[in-house]
């Protein structure tokens, strides 16, 4: 079972290339999210979806797109990217809904993205 | 909008003591409370959650958390370290299994 994978694990860019960061769950978790972590401010949401065709945005969701063509992928587009993406992004994906196994979010492995 | 705050940037405690982290919420209404555990250089893992019932839940590795829903509170707890617990651990909010919204971090260094 390999739960929440993300590519690539390393990312370098220069100033105003575009990326995609991928994530995919197996799980088939309604959930997904994307998030970014920088020193001293924890996980700060970018943009999330609730499911296949439903994405909304987040608390920082500017300098990025996303997708969720399916429930098992949830990819994040950088389309034009600045230093201030250098962070490490995490995707994670969670079931829905009342009762005890829902409600769980798992955290894939983290993309370390520099932005050059 | 939700917030969470988390009461200490960095604890640096020595082996065998007690730890408390504190973290509260802003949320009124129906939440699932959550910490998560993040080794360095791994991801995210779930310690322990509270969704319902005993304010008082036990995680892994011998956390516990208290959820005191007048505080808004629901604080971390472990009665004797390790340096195996030295991490960063996050609190997190959440409705329903979604909007989750996480606390700034508490880095915790345990020293042998």
């Known amino acids: 079972n390999a739960g929440v994978t993300q590519t690539p694990k390393f990312q370098v860019l220069k100033t105003g290339q575009s990326m995609t960061l991928q994530c995919a769950q197996d799980?088939?978790?309604?959930?997904m999210s994307w998030y970014r972590q920088d020193p001293g401010m924890g996980l700060r949401l970018i943009h999330y979806?609730?499911?296949?065709?439903?994405?909304d945005q987040g608390e920082v969701p500017n300098g990025y797109n996303v997708s969720r063509s399916t429930t098992e992928d949830f990819p994040l587009r950088l389309l034009s990217a600045a230093p201030s993406q250098t962070s490490v992004y995490f995707c994670?994906?969670?079931?829905?809904?009342?009762?005890?196994?829902?409600?769980?979010?798992?955290f894939g492995a983290g993309t370390r993205l520099s932005v050059l | 909008a939700q917030s969470v705050s988390q009461h200490n940037h960095h604890v640096i405690l020595s082996e065998a003591a007690s730890l408390e982290l504190g973290c509260n919420y802003s949320?009124?209404?129906?939440?699932?409370l959550f910490w998560y555990v993040q080794y360095p250089g791994q991801h995210l893992q779930l310690l322990l959650k509270?969704?319902?019932?005993?304010?008082l839940v036990k995680g892994i590795k011998g956390f516990e958390a208290e959820f005191i829903k007048s505080k808004f509170s629901f604080n971390l707890r472990k009665p004797s370290v390790q340096w195996s617990d030295t991490a960063e651990y996050f609190c997190?909010?959440?409705?329903?299994?979604?909007?989750?919204?996480f606390g700034p971090g508490t880095r915790l260094s345990v020293l042998p």
């Open positions: 949320y009124g209404g129906t939440v699932n």
């Open positions: 994670a994906s969670s079931d829905t809904g009342t009762g005890l196994a829902k409600n769980i979010q798992y």
């Open positions: 979806s609730v499911g296949a065709g439903i994405t």
């Open positions: 799980m088939n978790h309604e959930y």
């Open positions: 997190a909010v959440s409705r329903y299994g979604q909007n989750f919204v």
């Open positions: 509270y969704f319902s019932g005993d304010p």
